[in-house]
């Protein structure tokens, strides 16, 4: 997984860019794994399983996408930052199954970004997170915010 050295604050985030989180690949362990502790339905428990429904295999939950979405920006950029957590996500979309032995890639655009009028020292980075697989094809899409201090003497 990609790992960011630069430590990112408020004004480095840029409306309209988008940055590359690395690529993730899926192995059929932890797909099996992830299950067992908290989605434990069939097809993300076994392979034959999968290949009898409409998911085509061994799929990883949804939850687990959104998981290694969050760690794919957690080594991109939120550890090394002024992170000071999120309110939650509009949105999440999973629009294609993940499957074992995928290779997944993601994307953060920023949409918007403001300093809180209610506490100044807090800026508010709305995001728009996409994950493709490896023919390059959309499996997931989420879109929230994320809070980030702001230096005052800067803003």
């Given at each position: 997984m990609h790992q960011s050295?630069?430590?990112?604050?408020?004004?480095?985030?840029?409306?309209?860019?988008?940055?590359?989180?690395?690529?993730?690949?899926?192995?059929?362990?932890?797909?099996?794994?992830f299950a067992s502790e908290f989605d434990p339905q069939p097809f993300h428990l076994s392979e034959?399983?999968?290949k009898a429904t409409i998911l085509g295999g061994l799929a990883a939950s949804g939850w687990h996408t959104c998981a290694m979405l969050m760690r794919m920006m957690a080594d991109s950029y939120i550890r090394n930052s002024d992170s000071q957590g999120a309110?939650?996500?509009e949105y999440v979309k999973w629009?294609?199954?993940?499957?074992?032995?995928?290779?997944?890639?993601?994307?953060?655009?920023?949409?918007e970004k403001r300093v809180s009028r209610?506490?100044?020292?807090?800026?508010?980075?709305?995001?728009?997170?996409?994950?493709?697989?490896?023919?390059?094809?959309?499996?997931?899409?989420?879109?929230?915010?994320?809070f980030m201090r702001v230096d005052t003497q800067e803003a």
């Open positions: 050295r630069h430590h990112f604050t408020y004004h480095d985030f840029t409306v309209g860019e988008s940055m590359p989180l690395g690529s993730k690949e899926v192995t059929a362990e932890e797909v099996i794994a034959e399983a999968g309110p939650g996500l629009l294609k199954p993940v499957l074992a032995g995928d290779t997944l890639s993601a994307t953060s655009t920023v949409l209610s506490q100044p020292a807090l800026g508010i980075i709305r995001m728009n997170h996409k994950i493709t697989n490896q023919h390059n094809i959309p499996v997931c899409e989420a879109q929230g915010s994320i």
